[in-house]
């Protein structure tokens, strides 16, 4: 057994394996652990009427948990494999109902609080590179240390995450160490194909070059709304969302856009057929059929402003004609907001971070839930229309050497579910998070 081998192989059972320097080979395993422990509470707010998707007016506490061991593996040349199982538990305020802006990313709508472990990531890539330009690129959570051309097409086949690959974004977009909302997650329109813990198996192809990056998957879709079983009719169920990414630098500083495009193929509700069919009490569940879609775009981008100081801007859309069938019951979101470094304060892994969202839905989706409709997220029996706007600011707070973080966390949500007659509702927060 050569040295290098021998040294990634101690490493490894120590749970932590480190790049290995200058000419030496590229790293061969890797293994890293993350959890995150989310807890919140809701002091009671005022609602005129409340229904089967509403939130709780009373006082509340939830916590969440997830934990997730990250484990790859390089195979041959330009080859790796990576696998994730996952522990996840707990529940959200009001079992994850009653706000299409859900204000905990880790909770996930299981309808059950026991702790289940399943497979989150189990995925193979193959990477085709040339030139002569390239990076270093480290050891971290699903990516094995070494070196990689800054001109590359990869194709990635198997279970993964759809954020883990599109919608980035260096200031909002992990609700582990990041902003909360499942609005600043990702695009709230993008309605992303992933079962009920948020992966999907799919194929993922990247084209990547110095200064811009275009991105395409082709995934599966579940045989239900926010469902587990995948539907095997392929050809009639199905996604595809494209990506480019265009990166560049203004005034020295980084900064980055992205514009995103997907389509939704499925045996979907239609919003308007199920008000025509029962206008008393319309279930567009009852109007599914093969051959309806949703299609949607969204824009993405982000600023170093100063060295310590980003800011990002988000805006989506999709047209809301049927039913919300994988993320959240938003057809339209715009959001924006910035997050500070604590390096001027002597704390250069300390963080602040603002940020307000505005989401809506469509008129079709509006006029459903107005007559007593429910989709999986909200529903109150009825509405009172108003744009559901909400602001988060958090600080996380590195508490030992870079590998554990303490974030206090606020959000203020005004119209929650899209109702003038609820609330508004405060949302206080405690975050843990360690990752090795």
Not at 131 to 155: C, E, M, Q, V
Not at 268 to 282: E, I, K, R, S
């Amino acid at each position: 057994m050569n040295k290098t081998l021998l040294i990634s192989l101690v490493t490894l059972i120590g749970f932590k394996s480190y790049a290995q320097q200058d000419t030496v080979k590229q790293q061969r395993f890797n293994f890293h652990f993350q959890q995150t422990v989310i807890s919140q509470y809701k002091p009671s707010f005022n609602a005129k009427y409340s229904g089967a998707n509403s939130l709780s007016t009373g006082s509340e506490t939830q916590s969440s948990l997830t934990t997730t061991m990250f484990m790859g593996a390089r195979l041959w040349k330009g080859a790796e494999f990576y696998f994730n199982p996952e522990m996840s538990g707990g529940a959200g305020l009001s079992k994850t109902l009653g706000i299409a802006g859900f204000p905990n990313g880790e909770t996930f709508r299981v309808g059950s609080a026991e702790p289940k472990i399943y497979i989150a990531r189990a995925y193979l890539n193959q990477n085709f590179t040339w030139g002569n330009d390239r990076d270093t690129i480290k050891d971290d959570l699903n990516t094995l240390a070494g070196f990689k051309s800054k001109r590359y097409f990869s194709i990635t086949a198997g279970k993964f995450g759809m954020s883990d690959y599109f919608d980035g974004n260096a200031f909002s977009h992990d609700p582990r160490t990041q902003f909360m909302n499942w609005s600043l997650m990702s695009n709230g329109a993008w309605d992303y194909p992933a079962n009920t813990r948020g992966y999907v198996l799919g194929l993922f192809t990247e084209l990547g070059m110095p200064d811009w990056t275009l991105r395409f998957a082709y995934t599966m879709s579940t045989t239900t709304a926010n469902g587990s079983i995948w539907d095997a009719r392929i050809g009639k169920s199905n996604s595809q969302t494209l990506e480019f990414e265009k990166r560049y630098k203004l005034n020295n500083l980084p900064g980055a856009f992205r514009i995103l495009g997907f389509s939704n193929n499925g045996k979907f509700g239609n919003y308007n057929l199920a008000v025509a069919q029962n206008p008393a009490a319309p279930d567009v569940d009852a109007t599914q059929q093969y051959g309806r879609h949703k299609w949607g775009f969204g824009i993405n981008t982000e600023q170093n402003i100063t060295k310590d100081f980003g800011v990002f801007a988000k805006a989506s859309y999709n047209d809301g004609k049927t039913e919300t069938w994988f993320f959240t019951e938003i057809d339209r979101s715009v959001s924006f907001g910035g997050v500070l470094n604590g390096r001027s304060w002597k704390r250069k892994f300390d963080e602040a971070g603002l940020a307000f969202v505005g989401n809506g839905i469509s008129g079709p989706h509006r006029n459903y839930l107005a007559n007593g409709g429910y989709g999986f997220i909200i529903g109150d029996g009825k509405l009172n229309y108003g744009t559901e706007m909400i602001a988060e600011l958090y600080y996380k707070i590195d508490a030992f050497q870079e590998k554990f973080f303490i974030t206090p966390d606020y959000q203020f949500i005004l119209h929650p579910a899209y109702n003038r007659d609820r609330g508004p509702v405060n949302v206080f927060s405690l975050r843990a998070h360690i990752e090795f």
